[in-house]
């Protein structure tokens, strides 16, 4: 493990060390499984090929020896020395029916009985002792039957075994540091995205959400990993921006209701005065009290839309059936009043359905068509749906008197209300909220206007 200390050092590895390394781990696994059956291959290969060089050994010496009658044993050896290459501490002997040695000067007994029987009984065989290899084999001729058994150590295959068990390591070693590297390159490559990601998270603060990390255009892992990336800072940036939005004016949208009956009520002590102008005073300390509770109401809705997107739950919406369900509930609200009318295709139809989180949803439709209702002076609200191969679409239209074109470009900012009437004034955050909300949801809200009444538009791309 030396090796890879050097590369990866001591301390915990990066992810790219760390594929590397298995990458090289079990690629050099593989190769040392190859090379070693490369090895006891070539081994047994050369084994077996001198086992047949000792046994055409025997052969010829049974030729030689009890074929050629006419010839005299000095000829034969001398035709053995010119003519057949000397083996390494090379041993032949030829045995007759009594198992004593035969042609052969040196008369030493090399093999016991044992062996000999044995090749006179299996006719053929192969012995191995230490580095030294047998071949005996039984041959019948017209002088009797023999047991020839020749012997030698193949001394130059253990040689060059040897030079191939060095030449092995080495080009094993040399494949592990070139593969070791390659993966190391390799890794770093496939990980570059991965990295530039992670340097731009750390570019991330609560003072830029706005930032977007790079996602890249390859389809993998890492641009999926950026997308979800973005898709959450999103989120959290339309949060940040609620709370920003909450704490900025809240107090200032409070603080005027109140400062306005603390006045009144001072005004009213300030001296004794009838009881017609201390009802006036209530009354107005009444409508400031209201006015108090609809901004309250409103911001308790934006938080429970702070906490919906805090942990929000997805689901697929068939806006049919959820527009029929807002249509019930505003008809048991508005049960001596124009109703809202609805029109919509088929309920069945897949291309009705989207996915995001319905309660965020229910407020956003129910903030927009409240509007539509209080500017139209409480006349009928009709909502509209429709589709098409590239977008789902919902309309909500008024007959009111529609928008002024100055306040085109303000109804979506937090706290903003554009009627002159007392009565219809509310806390300015409805539409703020419908619009924070649909863009949550991918799609987009618009509206047109004239002196006949106003449409909201919400498109989803499908």
């Known amino acids: 493990m030396a090796i890879f200390t050097i590369f990866f050092g001591k301390h915990s590895m990066k992810l790219k060390d760390r594929l590397a390394l298995y990458f090289t781990l079990i690629s050099t ?4 499984a190859v090379l070693v059956v490369v090895y006891f291959i070539f081994v047994k290969f050369l084994e077996s090929d001198f086992y047949d060089r000792l046994n055409d050994r ?15 044993k000095d000829s034969l050896n001398t035709v053995k020395t010119e003519y057949l290459e000397t083996l390494h501490d090379e041993v032949v002997r030829i045995y007759d029916s009594r198992n004593k040695a035969r042609f052969i000067k040196d008369e030493q007994r090399f093999w016991t009985n044992d062996v000999i029987n044995l090749v006179r009984k299996n006719k053929k065989i192969k012995l191995k002792e230490g580095l030294r290899q047998t071949v005996g084999i039984y041959y019948k001729d017209n002088q009797g039957n023999f047991v020839i058994l020749a012997s030698a150590v193949d001394q130059s295959t253990h040689a060059r075994i040897g030079k191939l068990r060095v030449s092995m390591l080495f080009t094993f070693f040399a494949i592990v540091v070139g593969m070791l590297m390659s993966a190391r390159w390799i890794a770093d490559k496939i990980l570059k995205p991965l990295n530039k990601f992670v340097s731009d998270v750390k570019l991330v603060r609560s003072n830029n959400l706005g930032f977007r990390v790079n996602e890249g255009t390859n389809k993998d892992e890492i641009t999926l990993l950026a997308q979800n990336f973005n898709q959450l800072m999103n989120h959290l940036e339309q949060a940040f921006i609620m709370q920003k939005t909450f704490v900025a004016n809240v107090s200032h949208e409070l603080r005027t209701p109140i400062t306005s009956l603390l006045m009144e009520a001072e005004i009213a002590l300030q001296q004794t005065r009838s009881s017609q102008d201390y009802q006036k005073a209530l009354r107005s300390m009444i409508e400031d009290v209201e006015k108090m509770n609809q901004t309250i109401n409103s911001l308790v809705n934006l938080a429970q839309a ?16 959820f527009l029929t ?37 229910e407020i956003a439709l129910n903030n927009i068509i409240a ?12 909502v509209s749906l429709a589709f098409t191969d590239q977008q789902i679409i919902v309309a909500v239209q008024d007959f009111g008197k529609g928008i002024r074109l100055e306040n085109t470009d303000l109804i ?3 706290f903003f209300t554009f009627s002159e009437d ?11 909220m419908a619009h924070q909300i649909i863009t949550l949801s991918k799609g987009n ?15 989803w791309k499908v």
């Open 371 to 382: 509007n539509a209702f209080k500017f139209s002076d409480q006349k009928e609200v009709k």
């Open 306 to 321: 702070d906490l919906e997107l805090g942990n929000l739950q997805i689901e697929t919406i068939n806006l049919h059936q």
């Open 29 to 32: 696994g593989i190769l040392a």
């Open 325 to 361: 369900h807002i249509k019930a509930n505003w008809d048991k609200k508005n049960a001596f009043q124009p109703s809202l009318h609805l029109n919509t295709p088929v309920s069945n139809d897949k291309k009705l359905e989207i996915s995001f989180n319905k309660s965020l949803l």
């Open 445 to 459: 809200l618009s509206f047109t206007s004239n002196d006949s009444g106003t449409t909201f538009w919400i498109r």
């Open 412 to 414: 979506y900012r937090p």
């Open 422 to 432: 007392d009565d219809k004034k509310g806390s300015g955050l409805g539409l703020y």
């Open 58 to 72: 025997a052969f010829i010496n049974a030729k030689l020896y009890l074929e050629a009658d006419e010839i005299s």
